[in-house]
């Protein structure tokens, strides 16, 4: 069974950085693509970062490209979402998400930056 589990969220002021991860079970991590998506409160999913099974090809939402990197470890089994410049528009609950197991999703961390 595919778990997904989030961790490094918190509260920061704006200009600050932050990194959170994300730990994967269940499959062989490396084989997969794995992308990070957000949701800010009263708001949908949406998807901000993607990277390759190789760590090799990343792609970015217009919101968060130049600030946010996306990261992997294959020996680690996690993916890591390194966030730079955070804005308060940034505030959401983020979540990893694997392209192995695409329907199943862990508690998300929440990211919380004040101005």
């Known amino acids: 069974q595919v778990q997904l589990v989030e961790s490094g969220g918190g509260l920061v002021q704006a200009g600050e950085s932050l990194r959170i991860s994300c730990t994967v079970t269940?499959?062989?991590?490396?084989?997969?693509?794995m992308a990070w998506f957000r949701q800010p409160p009263g708001r949908q999913r949406l998807l901000i970062a993607h990277?390759?099974?190789?760590?090799?090809?990343?792609r970015y939402a217009d919101s968060v490209k130049g600030r946010f990197t996306i990261s992997r470890d294959n020996a680690r089994n996690t993916v890591y979402l390194q966030m730079n410049d955070l804005k308060p528009e940034d505030t959401a609950v983020y979540y990893c998400?694997?392209?192995?197991?695409?329907?199943?999703w862990g508690p998300g961390t929440q990211v919380t930056v004040s101005s």
């Open positions: 269940g499959h062989t991590f490396s084989r997969y693509s």
């Open positions: 998400n694997s392209d192995g197991a695409p329907d199943v």
């Open positions: 990277i390759n099974w190789s760590g090799t090809d990343t």
